[in-house]
């Protein structure tokens, strides 16, 4: 039997805990044994990306601690994961071969670890967004800079699901805007960003949004609510939770 | 704006707030960044191509000073002077000596980010030489007395309207005029009397070779060509990094250039430059102006790697956005904002932070630098010389302390989820995440105490 530790982003903690359940909830759906260690806090990423590479070296030490005894860390957001597996090397260089090889972001670990095909239900209209670090730092598609074998490995886990639709996107994989303390600093660009986003998402006819990470969500529900604009967003996890719940 | 600094965050709000030229913009530069999809896609080898430039210019940067060197022999060999700058000043004091000795009062110059980051216009203007930019793009910004708000495409932030007017008042073209063949006609009618006028033409350089002492400028106008058939002094300037190997790598990067920059196949004219024309007299000046100091600086080494296409600009979202002079340096975007630094990081400690550090960057370069590793660890930098402001710091070091403790942690998570719905409306959205978006919920429980309820622990 796989055994999986749960790295719940501390964002989606405290302020998407449904997101952490669907995690666990599919997870074990799909046979893994789930543990959250309750020692966690967060990986230190907001505090690296804003220049502390100090005050983040401790946080990192921690999830050290907390994590390396497990088989795989599995965590629902592909930004956390590439602060793990891509930038821990510049905090904690000499541990960072065991985590590298056994951190996954949730779509990449069913797709490439448990190699699963979700079925189920889930008649809606969706607008994938391809977070950038999902896509750019962990390759979880190919990107359209690169003139690569195209391949998008979150939509085709949701692909399989009957009645799905996806908005098609003038731009496929732009930049929300989110980009951590980039929202408050460049507040000015980052709403130009995520209102951009959701023009192409409308013009798709996107239902629901959905991605890989909730801090891009987080961005563009922002906006979305406070323009009461009739687009919603869900996690992948809430997705492909929701249609395999009754399969 | 602070003194001393550059505020990329208010510069570019400045530029949102008008939101037809965001819109405008934005959409230009993705024109070009979807040519360039198109126009690199036709290449099956596209990728290999991209590590094989990143590879010779790696390669080169490994012995750049031998490099150097055998070019310097091989284009005196071809009768063309070789002469080395340490920085700017000396730069254009060696272009002022050698148009002073001359007696030359009328120049022409092709474009050229080098002398425009050396300032060169304004040093020879103010000894009363006459200096006219060709490139069209380059004069159009130059009427404006503003510097260019992109490389390659310099007045990419103006406008055909703002530049019909621009023509009327100083050309005194007919007033209202905004067809782009018009306009260039009326352009191009005026640079044909300052290049017959010109004393010496004034070139960059995009690639020099070390193995045959010639050199390539790349332009879409032939005003490269024009500005140095004329007049007797053609003067070339060059960053240390321009040099590459030998002829044969040259096709590898004239294949990248263009496609990147523009997605064309290749520029309209590659003018090659071996020796100086009979009768001419050909200098080429080589500058280092920080550039051996970021040869010395392992991380940020592969910047050198650098072609100056610009497609990290046309592909940067934030770029796009906040439109060239918002960073307030010759040379914008991702690639700008990890280059500033190493000039000034004090006054220019905001550009690192001007990316949500997405990656396109990296992915569209042409010789793969990466960009967007670079910006994170200039952020680390800039951190450890303590120039990232005292609010940012204070943040990051007490969010640093609750993070590396759980208790912490979850009893403030608990208070923050507990007191966000009681607090005013108008307190939450009097901060730069409230202001224009809704806060995420405050749900009762965390995702640790659902957990735990429901292993009953």
């Known amino acids: 039997m796989i055994n999986a530790a749960l790295f719940i982003p501390c964002y989606v903690d405290q302020f998407y805990p449904h997101v952490g359940l669907a995690t666990l909830e599919l997870l074990e759906r799909y046979g893994v044994r789930v543990e959250y260690p309750q020692a966690q806090t967060c990986c230190g990423q907001p505090v690296f990306n804003s220049g502390s590479f100090d005050v983040a070296k401790p946080i990192a030490d921690k999830f050290l601690e907390v994590f390396s005894s497990y088989q795989y860390i599995v965590c629902p957001s592909g930004s956390c994961t590439s602060m793990v597996r891509n930038h821990y090397a510049e905090l904690v260089p000499d541990r960072i071969a065991e985590l590298r090889s056994k951190t996954f972001e949730l779509c990449e670990f069913l797709h490439d670890v448990l190699g699963v095909k979700p079925e189920g239900r889930f008649p809606h209209r969706v607008g994938l967004h391809a977070s950038c670090h999902g896509l750019r730092e962990l390759r979880l598609g190919s990107g359209s800079e690169r003139r690569v074998q195209p391949f998008d490995k979150v939509r085709s886990l949701l692909s399989g699901l009957e009645g799905i639709q996806f908005a098609d996107l003038s731009r496929k994989d732009e930049c929300c805007g989110f980009g951590g303390t980039f929202a408050v600093g460049e507040e000015a660009v980052s709403v130009a960003m995520g209102n951009g986003r959701i023009a192409d998402h409308e013009r798709g006819g996107a239902e629901i949004i959905t991605g890989g990470d909730m801090s891009c969500l987080m961005h563009l529900d922002g906006l979305l609510r406070r323009q009461k604009k009739p687009i919603r967003v869900m996690h992948v996890a809430e997705i492909l939770a929701e249609a395999t719940a009754n399969e | 704006m602070n003194e001393g600094t550059t505020e990329h965050p208010e510069n570019a709000a400045a530029f949102v707030a008008n939101d037809a030229r965001l819109k405008w913009h934005d959409q230009s530069l993705w024109f070009v960044r979807e040519k360039r999809d198109r126009a690199s896609s036709v290449i099956p080898e596209w990728e290999s191509l991209r590590a094989l430039g990143a590879d010779i210019k790696a390669h080169t940067l490994s012995r750049l000073a031998d490099y150097l060197e055998e070019f310097e022999k091989k284009a005196t060999a071809l009768g063309a002077h070789v002469h080395f700058a340490r920085d700017a000043e000396e730069h254009n004091r060696i272009v002022h000596g050698l148009l002073r000795e001359r007696n030359v009062t009328r120049v022409v110059k092709s474009k050229s980010m080098l002398t425009e980051q050396c300032g060169l216009n304004h040093h020879l203007e103010a000894h009363g030489i006459e200096v006219i930019d060709t490139d069209l793009g380059e004069r159009i910004v130059q009427l404006r007395h503003e510097p260019p708000s992109h490389i390659v495409m310099p007045a990419i932030h103006l406008k055909k309207e703002e530049i019909g007017d621009l023509f009327h008042d100083t050309m005194g073209s007919a007033s209202g005029i905004s067809d782009p063949k018009v306009l260039t006609e009326v352009a191009r009618g005026q640079l044909r009397g300052n290049l017959l006028a010109a004393q010496a033409g004034i070139t960059g350089v995009n690639f ?236 009762k429980e965390s995702f640790r105490e659902m957990y735990r309820r429901r292993r009953g622990q």
């Open chain 2, 208 to 443: 020099a070779i070390a193995e045959t002492g010639g050199f390539v400028v790349c332009t879409n106008e032939g005003n490269a060509d024009l500005g140095t058939a004329i007049p007797p002094l053609h003067i070339a300037s060059m960053g240390i990094e321009k040099v590459i190997p030998r002829a044969k790598d040259l096709g590898v990067f004239l294949r990248l250039l263009a496609r990147s920059a523009t997605g064309q196949p290749v520029t309209a004219y590659s003018s090659h430059f071996h020796g100086p024309r009979p009768g001419g007299e050909l200098h080429i000046v080589i500058v280092d102006h920080g550039r051996s100091e970021i040869l010395g600086r392992e991380h940020y080494r592969r910047t050198l790697q650098c072609i100056r296409c610009g497609a990290c600009m046309n592909t940067c979202p934030v770029y796009r956005r906040s439109g060239g002079h918002s960073y307030g340096v010759t040379v914008p975007g991702p690639l700008g904002a990890v280059l500033a630094p190493h000039i000034d990081p004090k006054k220019h400690r905001s550009l690192p932070f001007a990316s949500t550090l997405c990656g396109s960057c990296s992915d569209v370069c042409p010789v793969q630098i990466d960009l967007h590793q670079q910006l994170l660890l200039w952020r680390g930098d800039l951190g450890r010389a303590e120039l990232i402001p005292l609010r940012k710091r204070a943040a990051s070091q007490l969010a640093g302390w609750v993070l590396a403790r759980t208790w912490a942690y979850e009893f403030l998570g608990r208070i923050a989820r507990w007191i966000l719905p009681k607090l005013p409306k108008a307190l939450l959205r009097a901060n730069d995440w409230g202001r224009q978006r809704e806060l995420p919920p405050a749900p």
